[in-house]
């Protein structure tokens, strides 16, 4: 494997997920990061190049959102606020609790990606199994940890990374008994990407706030998340073994996926985020006239842009496509990755107003990032490797993290005093 060109590939990935994580910043919660998720997966998807892969395309795609999207039931504002702290005890267990919380996040994502990109006619993924087995390891473990032991991260907020990680603990021994290793180690390596850049993140945050920097520091810290679990998700696919695969699909397997990817999840994050309420509160500070009529318009506009993407994306994908079984080339994967993140780009301009103000200077750079993400993915290409399993290596990376995450809590610490939205866990 050439380095220069994984470097490459891994940095054109990363930026992919770290640009719609960013954008997810506007919408939060499951729906937001269910869109991003899936993009970031298309972002792989392209600069595999592998065209066996580009039938599995909406499938992979959804499978990494509904993943990513899982997490998104986590609760961190609180945890944010212990790696603003002035203690090393307090800082440290934020940010590690962090590292946690982006490791559940990117772990769930990058496994059933991993599996979505293994399944195939002779080695068929058994997706109920998976959704049962995942639903009761997280019934269990929450029972167990919070219910009957107490173990809180983050009172008084909603500890459901419980159930996040009983999901992950089903997760694992799934892939583990059903020998999808490929699977598992895209998992562990998007669960520590993402784990790191949540805490690195963090301490940019932190130091943004330090240096008094005019910027959106949270967003920041979104773009780490999104940039460090990407390429960890990438990297653990270019690192695997994968069985070759026809590039074709039955027609009846493509309705679903497609219509979740382009109508639901988006419709979920308008419903959700487009409301008068919200827009009100954003537009009446940077609009002038008739703000009531003003918001209506956005609501609608949104909504009709949302509808007729997803019409165009059926008749282009599943409508045209008359034969039993379908194909896709990198053209069309490409296109669809473009207008799905740039519709999220949209999306994100209307709920902030960023198209009439520059209140939002964060807003512009998802545009450069779109762009400069569509001049150099067709130059990407990772090459694979099978480098497999070897968990003595994972330790030794989450203990090398640990170890960085206490170097910059030192550093955090002695950079400054208490600071807004500082929280303590330990007294």
Not at 35 to 43: F, K, S, Y
Not at 159 to 166: D, V
Not at 255 to 279: A, D, H, R
Request: aromatic share 16%; with cysteine.
């Amino acid at each position: 494997m050439n380095v220069k060109s994984l470097f490459t590939s891994l940095l054109v990935a990363g930026m992919a997920m770290g640009t719609a994580w960013a954008i997810r910043g506007q919408f939060g919660h499951e729906q937001g990061a269910a869109w991003a998720g899936g993009i970031g997966a298309l972002g792989i998807l392209l600069v595999a190049k592998r065209t066996d892969w580009y039938s599995k395309v909406f499938k992979a795609a959804l499978a990494s959102a509904i993943g990513w999207g899982t997490g998104g039931i986590m609760s961190y504002g609180i945890v944010v606020g212990y790696g603003r702290g002035i203690d090393f005890v307090n800082v440290y267990y934020g940010l590690v609790m962090l590292f946690i919380i982006g490791g559940l996040y990117g772990f769930i994502g990058g496994g059933l990606f991993g599996l979505a990109l293994a399944d195939s006619d002779k080695k068929r993924v058994q997706w109920h199994r998976i959704i049962v087995e995942m639903l009761v390891g997280g019934l269990i473990v929450y029972y167990l940890l919070i219910e009957e032991w107490g173990w809180l991260m983050t009172p008084p907020r909603s500890e459901m990374w419980a159930s996040c990680l009983g999901m992950a603990f089903a997760l694992t021994w799934f892939m583990y008994r059903n020998e999808q290793y490929s699977a598992l180690r895209v998992a562990v390596f998007a669960g520590l990407g993402a784990g790191f850049g949540f805490a690195f993140g963090n301490f940019l945050q932190v130091m943004g706030g330090v240096a008094q920097i005019k910027f959106n520091f949270w967003n920041v810290m979104e773009y780490s998340i999104g940039f460090f679990g990407g390429g960890g998700m990438a990297y653990g696919t270019f690192t695997s073994d994968w069985e070759p695969a026809e590039n074709r699909e039955k027609r009846s397997r493509i309705w679903f996926p497609l219509v979740m990817l382009t109508l639901v999840i988006p419709f979920i994050v308008w419903n959700q985020t487009f409301t008068m309420e919200k827009l009100e509160g954003t537009y009446s500070k940077i609009a002038t006239g008739d703000v009531l009529s003003l918001i209506t318009n956005v609501r609608w506009v949104t909504l009709a842009i949302l509808v007729v993407t997803s019409a165009i994306w059926f008749m282009k994908y599943y409508r045209n496509k008359t034969t039993e079984f379908v194909g896709y080339t990198y053209n069309d994967v490409r296109t669809f990755f473009i207008g799905h993140l740039g519709l999220y780009t949209v999306f994100s301009f209307l709920t902030t107003g960023a198209y009439m103000s520059t209140y939002r200077i964060e807003q512009y750079l998802y545009v450069a990032n779109l762009l400069v993400i569509t001049a150099v993915i067709g130059k990407a290409k990772p090459g694979f490797s099978n480098r497999g399993l070897y968990a003595s290596r994972w330790a030794m990376g989450f203990a090398v993290v640990l170890v960085f995450i206490a170097l910059i809590t030192l550093v955090a610490i002695n950079t400054h005093g208490e600071m807004k939205g500082m929280n303590r866990r330990f007294e």
